[in-house]
């Protein structure tokens, strides 16, 4: 257990954030969560994490406004700029997300004396988004340490909790801190409703129903 007790929490609304927040809140006893409203962001995303944030008690919920970030598609208007043959979650990425992510973390965990930063990468992730392996991480940490002069001595550092878990283990991990996934969003399109058809979707679909629990969210 880590002994210290301020975290920040990357909070996206998504599975995955949810567990890591409720994990914090077993280990830490000052939890903080920091989101990031980038150009024509989910809403519902957007409500997802700030109920979450609100569900589990939060009361240090930090958003923040990134307009000038874009996901690929977003920055060439929407137009078709990948081959058919690409893997459909290039519409959904962010060049240097999560440098750009946990640098403005960093920054605010200097000024709030915390240490330890929480993100939810998973093994799942890491097969196709290069800065979410545990090696890009470790790389940040390794900057994170050149760049901090506040607490110089004690630098603050990127933890993984779910870096060796893939969407099954975290689905029973977040069931067994009794984490509100009815809260979650993980749509990667703009509906009232899951659409059930995206890359994303199809990814909880298949876990649920893998590990034979109903889906809060789905059903």
């Not at 998973?122 to 988004?129: Q, T």
């Not at 779910?162 to 969407?167: F, N, P, T």
Request: charged content about 25%.
């Amino acid at each position: 257990m880590i002994k210290e007790t301020k975290a920040l929490v990357l909070l996206s609304g998504g599975i995955d954030s949810a567990t890591c927040l409720y994990w914090t809140k077993k280990k830490f006893s000052k939890v903080f969560a920091i989101t990031f409203n980038y150009y024509d962001r989910i809403e519902k995303e957007k409500k997802a994490a700030a109920d979450l944030a609100k569900r589990s008690g939060i009361a240090n919920f930090l958003e923040i406004n990134v307009p000038f970030i874009k996901e690929y598609s977003d920055f060439y208007n929407g137009r078709n700029c990948y081959e058919a043959k690409d893997d459909n979650r290039l519409s959904s990425y962010i060049p240097a997300r999560n440098l750009i992510f946990y640098s403005i973390s960093a920054h605010y965990a200097e000024f709030l004396d915390i240490k330890w930063i929480i993100g939810g990468h998973n093994s799942h992730d890491a097969k196709f988004y290069k800065d979410a392996t545990k090696d890009y991480i470790q790389n940040i940490n390794s900057l994170l340490k050149q760049g901090r002069l506040i607490r110089s001595n004690e630098p603050c550092t990127v933890v993984l909790p779910l870096a060796e878990m893939d969407r099954r283990k975290i689905i029973n991990l977040a069931v067994q801190l009794k984490v509100p996934l009815e809260l979650t969003w993980s749509c990667h399109l703009k509906g009232e409703s899951h659409c059930r058809q995206c890359y994303s979707c199809l990814q909880r679909i298949e876990a649920f129903d893998s590990l034979g629990i109903k889906d809060p969210v789905l059903h």
